[in-house]
């Protein structure tokens, strides 16, 4: 995966995943290992990707997303949180692509539950359709700054679905 994600540069990734629902951005490491907000250098920009995204989604900027559980009081302000600062973990792909290849990716969580049943699946793509091709076409706004610190503009721009 690794060599897959240098040969073919991204500007603007996301991943998607359930358990709560709230768009999250690097770091996800915090250096001492604790749960602290760790920004990057692009922090304003990471930032208003997952704002731009959340504040697309029908209810994910209201930053309650009331999972049941031990997890049901988590508030997320305006529905976004620093990775690190939420549930810092080491070795994350969004920490990896960033200090790597320089893309800019955030984690997507759609929704309290982790492994949602097929018959739900509908009323989710109906909440982050929109959210989705809003979250895409931010690259408009990310490659100018892709053409910046790169070599010139990718001529052959990749789009590509994966799960993760």
């Excluded at 504040?55 to 900027?61: K, L, R, V």
């Excluded at 508030?75 to 690190?84: C, D, L, S, V």
Aim: aromatic share 14%; net charge positive; with cysteine.
């Amino acid at each position: 995966m690794m060599n897959w994600i240098k040969k073919y540069p991204f500007v603007l990734s996301a991943s998607l995943r359930g358990g709560s629902l709230v768009a999250n951005y690097p770091f996800d490491a915090h250096p001492e290992g604790r749960s602290l907000p760790n920004p990057t250098p692009d922090d304003d920009v990471f930032r208003y990707l997952a704002m731009s995204y959340a504040n697309s989604h029908p209810s994910m900027h209201y930053g309650k997303p009331l999972c049941p559980g031990p997890s049901v009081r988590e508030e997320f302000p305006k529905g976004i949180t620093n990775g690190a600062a939420w549930r810092g973990s080491e070795g994350g792909m969004k920490d990896y692509v960033y200090q790597n290849t320089n893309c800019l990716e955030i984690g997507i969580h759609m929704g309290c539950c982790k492994f949602p049943y097929a018959q739900e699946l509908e009323h989710h793509w109906k909440e982050h359709k929109d959210p989705l091709f809003f979250f895409v076409f931010q690259v408009k706004h990310i490659q100018p700054l892709a053409r910046y610190f790169s070599h010139g503009p990718s001529l052959h721009p990749v789009v590509s679905r994966g799960a993760n």
